[in-house]
């Protein structure tokens, strides 16, 4: 196929990658036949300036044919955009992830600094391994956007007022006595390359969409297999809503006996509450 | 008159405020007759409700039938708002203010950090007093933004990390020898209180439209006279764009024998041109 144009989401072009394309459907978990079948339907769709929107839209219709979960996988970088416009759900959501990571977590700590008092997003701690992070979450809710090297900047700054005050605080007896306080950089977004170099010199650790590439965002999502219910099909967005502000943000809490009520609480019909179950059980078991 | 309230450009409802209106109508330079003149039409328009845009609209119309001048430096914050939508006319606009205070300065600099390399707005520089200065500009151009914290810790940690290469280069026997790296935040919206605290904890210096009281933006540009372009009612928009790519942007420029020819390009008759260049006069006379 010669060189084509397509439009991103930005109204920038992008020259038409069939190669990240088919990467793109194969990481949804379909096999190799289904996705030469799918990729067979879209090359055809593809003419200059076409949008990437489009495609991505019609890709997951075709995933979906196929099997609920591949098509969910596949949204998944879209799925958690709609935990916002707020960034709340999100560090929810982070705070889950690293739950399941072996961390304990609590959200939205008054921390005080030598010069400001500070409000922290996601606290991560392992007290076994001295762990203790302050984790800055930033969340984007548009494909395309970046986190730069402002945003990892600022956090070393804030990181940087906290523990001033932490290290006189332990000098004076405080707990924990062990370990350092640690800046951690949370995004779902991808960082610039600026953000990487800026991290390792003055020793942040970042966790990005695909960074680090053993131990990424998407990484840690699918090996745990910790889909936030915005994947999910079979709930509308009020539903899905009504299930963030109860703090349910991850697909296999939905099977827990404990959340039982809570589902019957959203309005479905018992049909329905059986697919919605198959549903999440299929995408936990990678089918 | 009765509490009443009036609608925000953000859209939320403020209390109309008759002592600050007549404030901001004196700092016109309107004699206090004409301020009472105007302000009696203008209350006559306040209902429940009214936009502070309306009003605004009003009182220049009223201070403009006056003088020109008043009704210039009535609306000096939104003439610094129209050097936008980019930063890099008001970084023109702050380097000449700053230089007619006396300092030396340069824009857009690349500084090499520790961690990265760095585009500094403006760098200010008084050798005699051994002051070098780099200077983060923040250009907000909607009424009503305040500069944050995010925005002083970005700061500070880029000069910390541009600070670190400097002493590095000055022990290897870079210029200059004396004095200290300074870091400084200069924006044209007012900052939150957070920004002032971290600012004097951390030994940042901000200039920002109302602070410091004795040395704000502001009162920099009524001292010394130093009204941009933009307040001009005898050019239009084209007009302005036209002088701030020329980086003319002081209307005291415009009066310079040098900048003659560049006035002829603009395509105004004659006429328009002594009208021009009396609105200039009549502006730095303070009548």
Chains 1, 2 share one sequence.
């Not at 965002?217 to 963030?244: E, R, S, W």
Request: positive net charge; hydrophobic residues 40%; proline residues 3%.
């Amino acid at each position: 196929m010669a060189e084509l144009f397509i439009t991103k989401q930005s109204g920038e072009g992008e020259r038409f990658d069939v190669t990240k394309l088919k990467r793109s459907l194969l990481a949804s978990g379909a096999s190799v036949a289904d996705v030469t079948a799918v990729l067979k339907q879209l090359t055809a769709l593809v003419k200059p300036g076409v949008s990437t929107a489009e495609l991505y839209r019609r890709a997951f219709q075709l995933l979906r044919s196929i099997g609920k979960s591949y098509a969910a996988r596949y949204s998944l970088s879209r799925a958690i955009m709609q935990l916002g416009p707020s960034g709340f759900p999100f560090e929810q959501y982070v705070a889950a992830v690293l739950e399941v990571a072996g961390y304990q977590t609590c959200t939205n700590q008054i921390f005080q600094g030598k010069c400001l008092t500070h409000e922290v997003d996601v606290v991560a701690e392992k007290p076994a391994e001295n762990i203790h992070a302050i984790i800055e979450v930033k969340f984007h809710n548009r494909p395309g956007n970046k986190t730069g090297s402002k945003d990892i900047l600022y956090t070393h700054a804030r990181f940087l007022d906290i523990n001033q005050e932490w290290v006189v605080k332990r000098a004076r007896g405080a707990k924990p006595q062990g370990g350092e306080l640690q800046s951690w950089l949370f995004t779902n977004t991808k960082v610039t390359t600026d953000v990487i170099q800026y991290a390792r010199c003055a020793g942040l650790r970042i966790t990005s969409w695909d960074y680090p590439a053993d131990a990424s965002f998407k990484k840690m999502i699918d090996t745990h297999l910790l889909y936030p219910i915005t994947v999910l099909l079979g709930l509308n967005a009020d539903q899905k809503n009504q299930l963030l502000r109860a703090r349910l943000v991850l697909c296999r809490d939905l099977l827990e006996p404990k959340n039982e009520k809570m589902i019957h609480r959203l309005g479905l019909g018992d049909r329905k509450i059986k697919l919605l179950l198959n549903e999440v059980q299929s995408l936990l078991n990678g089918v």
